[in-house]
C-alpha cells in the first residue's frame, strides 16, 4: 500500500479574520463621521449601503480548491452556519460558497454582538478628547 502526504491550506480562519477587521474598520469610521450616541445596528446603520455584506462577499474564497478545503476542515460548521441562516435547500449548492457566506457572516455578528461595543466606546472617547 502507497501512503500520500497531503497538504491543505485552511484559509476559512483568515477569511474570517479579514471580514472582522474590515468591519471594525467600518465601524470605527461610521462613528467618527456620524457621531451616534449609541452603539450603531450592524444590519440597519453599517450595512445600509450594503457595505457590510461586500466585505463578507469578499472574503468567501473563489478557488475552488481553497472551497474544498474549507468544505473539508469545517464541513459541520459551514453546515450549521446554513442551516441557521435559514436558506434551505443543499448546502454545498453551488460548490458551497454560500454557506461559507453565512459562516463568514455569523462569525461577523458573533464578534460585533461581543466586541463592537469596545470599540464603539474607544472611538467616542478619542473623539471627545479631540473636542476638548
Same mark, same amino acid.
Given at each position: 500500500?502507497?501512503?500520500?502526504?497531503?497538504?491543505?491550506?485552511?484559509?476559512?480562519?483568515?477569511?474570517?479574520?479579514?471580514?472582522?477587521?474590515?468591519?471594525?474598520?467600518?465601524?470605527?469610521?461610521?462613528?467618527?463621521?456620524?457621531?451616534?450616541?449609541?452603539?450603531?445596528?450592524?444590519?440597519?446603520?453599517?450595512?445600509?449601503?450594503? =457595505?457590510?455584506?461586500?466585505?463578507?462577499?469578499? %472574503? $468567501?474564497?473563489?478557488?475552488?480548491?481553497?472551497? +474544498? /478545503?474549507?468544505?473539508?476542515?469545517?464541513?459541520?460548521?459551514?453546515?450549521?452556519?446554513?442551516?441557521?441562516?435559514?436558506?434551505?435547500?443543499?448546502?454545498?449548492?453551488?460548490?458551497?460558497?454560500?454557506?461559507?457566506?453565512?459562516?463568514?457572516?455569523?462569525?461577523?455578528?458573533?464578534?460585533?454582538? =461581543?466586541?463592537?461595543?469596545?470599540?464603539?466606546? %474607544? $472611538?467616542?472617547?478619542?473623539?471627545?478628547?479631540? +473636542? /476638548?
Amino acid at each position: 500500500m502507497t501512503k500520500i502526504t497531503i497538504e491543505i491550506n485552511d484559509v476559512l480562519p483568515g477569511c474570517v479574520e479579514n471580514a472582522i477587521e474590515q468591519v471594525k474598520d467600518l465601524l470605527k469610521d461610521y462613528v467618527r463621521r456620524e457621531e451616534p450616541d449609541e452603539l450603531p445596528c450592524l444590519h440597519n446603520d453599517l450595512d445600509y449601503s450594503g =457595505d457590510v455584506h461586500s466585505i463578507i462577499d469578499g %472574503e $468567501v474564497p473563489h478557488r475552488t480548491s481553497d472551497i +474544498e /478545503a474549507a468544505w473539508f476542515l469545517h464541513g459541520r460548521d459551514l453546515e450549521e452556519a446554513y442551516d441557521t441562516a435559514g436558506i434551505g435547500g443543499n448546502p454545498r449548492d453551488g460548490q458551497g460558497a454560500t454557506a461559507i457566506y453565512c459562516y463568514i457572516e455569523q462569525k461577523v455578528c458573533e464578534w460585533y454582538h =461581543d466586541h463592537a461595543g469596545e470599540v464603539f466606546e %474607544e $472611538v467616542t472617547s478619542s473623539n471627545k478628547e479631540g +473636542e /476638548a
